[in-house]
């Protein structure tokens, strides 16, 4: 089960820390910031791959719905509030769940599965002495990839976009999903936004790769990790 990575926004220490209890329960929970407001929430969502928001409604500088409707691609949101006449607002903005404070576990964990209940999982083949391939859910089907086949993989806020020697498909993923299954020994982050395959890099610059006809970027962050990579790949 991959891990879905959250936020907890909520101005109420006490209510801060049940949060973080519970979700260091749950094991395909992985909490990345705490954030007492929605300005340092929104400078985390910038910096880091977000699957799921808690979100309180009564917060300082900008309120809760507020938050959301700045959001271009707003990732899953769970609600989380004392006040339950805004639950209708909540669900009009397609939040995954409203949950009233106190919040019981056995409730919290209720609406987390529903997240994970709506979150598609590729079927990966690896059966003896068959070319390694993954199954995408697009438009309602599953399309095989074989994986010697990916050029690179290129995020798309929610979706990504896989580029093979055969197609394309878009499938709603995060890039941080499809790193964790795809073999490292091959396949390499160079970008926020780009995961390329480390065999079919035909040249590459200090600030870019070259894979057929597609220039791909090199994050500065990530200059080392693709020199390195590339290197011991060869």
Known sequence: MHKINCIIVEDEPLAMEILEDY????????????????????????????DLIFLDIHLPKLKGFEFIMTLANPPAIIITSAYHEYALKGYDHNVIDYLLKPIEFSRFITAVNKLEKKTPQPEITTKKNERPSIFFNVNKKNVRIYRDEILFVESLKEYVKVVTTTKNIVTKFQLGQIEEILPTDNFLRVHRSFIVAIDK??????????????????????????????????
């Open 23 to 50: 979700i260091q329960q749950v094991p395909f929970l992985n909490l990345v910031a705490k954030c007492h407001d929605a300005i340092k929430a929104l400078e985390v969502l910038k910096s880091n791959v977000i």
């Open 201 to 234: 890099i035909s040249s590459y610059s200090a600030t870019e790769i070259e894979i057929d006809k597609w220039n791909i970027p090199i994050g500065r962050a990530y200059k080392e990790i693709v020199e390195a990579g590339i290197v011991n790949r060869n």
